[in-house]
């Protein structure tokens, strides 16, 4: 069994309710109807083919997918005797859904290993192999419905436990929230490895904007928002010591971007003129900057809510470095003697900005809000204290040997308030968890270290847990 006190050692040597008609149709009435019968399997399994006749065999379904992108993540198939694949499934009533819904033009599909389908196409497909689903249904339609189309719970998705779950059901809360912490320390050290590895070739400021422009970025624009942070450097008056205006910066960043509109909406007189100054200062240094314009196809614009639009973190980031000594109130923030409730509030207060147009914009081709609104959350404050502020301070501290420092900063790490759940963390806590919440007292680095955990192991592994060590480390019965 493994040792409790001894997660980075061991680390290191392992490396629905579907919308139907209350009458049984005889066909599905939408697609999720189809998700429901594929998440449960409900199918003859032993007699599966696709429309081009090879044998299927459905090792995992993988995770229904309750963000934009393919249905379900991280399936295991094999087709006929080839080795198995992992990938994602897509699922479409009819066969042309997958051109009407340009998933063919979407980088999110490219992962895309079937395709499932009610009505069979006309024509095999030689890219992507399909299965009609219609003809492999394990009961009739309507009795599918009768056993799946009242379930109230939206929870209810077949998520099998991961191999290590019976180990960790069995474990203690102070024992698991033990394991979660030193996993979370572990975090916070590769964290702040990377960026003083980055300050090495570039300075602590430059590694400090980079991290930054990163976690601004989230999960779908992290590296042309990282490759923004790194031109800095090439913008006039934009380094330490010097001041831009917000709005130069932002017109800077914006073209560098590609996000700046080429033509006017002509409906929204705010936008237009905020856009024509935008362009008037653009253009004083486009010349020079020209072939580091990234290309727009770069950015991943679909299924963005409205506030995490990048040209408006961009916005945010400038107010951040039209203040030459803006990294200055962050070392006042950490030395502020405060309870652990406030912390995230007092970061929010020194990272939020008061901008004019965008904090009555979501984007620069939006209509004017009603109401302003903060340029930055609660929850991003957390996810940038977390992932960059504290881990930079670490990294800092650890470079001249203050252990007293790291020590200090470690400890608001680990009693930072809890963070916003996410998709990783819901699946992660469903398949190590079994669904049970975080042991007391909840704080951000518990959530911290089950990321690590999956980024060690599940992330490894396919969703059978198959080549995964992590059973054996802990002694999980059959791992």
């Known amino acids: 069994m493994i040792p409790l006190d001894a997660y980075g050692p061991r680390r290191l040597e392992a490396l629905v309710q579907p919308l139907l008609h209350d009458q049984a149709p005889v066909a599905p009435s939408c697609e999720r109807v189809l998700q429901w019968v594929w998440a449960h399997q409900r199918l003859q399994r032993d007699a599966l083919r696709t429309f081009d006749d090879r044998p299927l065999t459905v090792l995992h379904p993988g995770f229904w997918n309750r963000e934009p992108g393919p249905d379900f993540r991280r399936a295991v198939l094999q087709f006929g005797a080839q080795p198995a694949v992992t990938g994602d499934v897509e699922i479409d009533l009819l066969p042309g859904g997958w051109h009407q819904h340009r998933h063919h033009l979407n980088p999110e599909y490219t992962g895309v290993r079937l395709r499932v389908v009610w009505t069979p196409p006309s024509l095999p497909d030689p890219g992507l192999p399909t299965l009609v689903m219609a003809d492999f249904l394990d009961s009739p339609l ?24 019976d180990f960790l059901r069995h474990l ?34 430059q590694a400090l904007w980079e991290g930054l ?11 042309p928002m990282r490759r923004l942070a790194e031109l800095i450097p090439a913008l006039p008056g934009a380094t330490p010591g010097n001041r831009r205006t917000p709005q130069s910066l932002q017109a800077a960043f914006l073209g560098l971007a590609g996000l700046l509109p080429r033509d006017l909406a002509h409906d929204r007189r705010t936008s237009d003129r905020y856009v024509r100054e935008l362009w008037d200062l653009w253009w004083r240094e486009q010349s020079h900057l020209a072939d580091r314009v990234l290309p727009r ?17 961009l916005a945010l980031a400038a107010h951040w470095l039209s203040e030459p000594r803006w990294t200055d109130r962050l070392e006042s923030w950490l030395a502020q003697d405060a309870p652990p409730s406030r912390w995230p509030v ?20 939006s209509p004017e809000l009603p109401t302003p609104h903060p340029l930055l959350g609660l929850p991003r404050a957390t996810d940038l204290a977390m992932n960059v502020i504290l881990p930079w301070f670490w990294s800092r501290a650890q470079a001249v040997a203050n252990s007293a420092a790291m020590a ?45 955990v999956v980024h060690d192991y599940c992330d490894r592994a396919d969703a059978r847990c198959a080549g995964c060590p992590l059973p054996d480390l802990l002694g999980t019965p059959g791992g």
């Open 142 to 165: 309507p009795e599918l419905i009768a056993s799946y189309g009242h379930q109230t719970d939206p929870a209810f998705s077949p998520v099998p436990a991961g191999a290590c779950a």
């Open 172 to 205: 203690a809360p102070e024992a698991l929230r033990e394991w979660l912490v030193q996993a979370a320390r572990v975090r916070l050290a590769l964290k702040a490895r990377h960026l003083t590895a980055r300050a090495r070739q570039a300075g602590w400021a």
């Open 213 to 223: 422009f990163t976690a601004l970025g989230y999960k779908h624009n992290p590296w």
């Open 297 to 313: 196809h770069l950015w991943r614009l679909h299924g963005l809510r409205p506030a995490n639009h990048p040209a408006r973190r």
């Open 346 to 365: 007092s970061l929010l207060d020194g990272l939020n900005a008061s901008d004019p147009f965008w904090s009555r914009h979501w984007t620069l081709a």
């Open 408 to 452: 200090r900063i470690e400890a608001r790490y680990l009693a930072w308030p809890s963070g916003e759940d996410n998709a990783v963390l819901r699946l992660a806590r469903q398949r190590l968890l079994e669904g049970r919440p975080f042991p007391h007292p909840r704080a951000a680095s518990l959530q911290q270290g089950l990321l690590q």
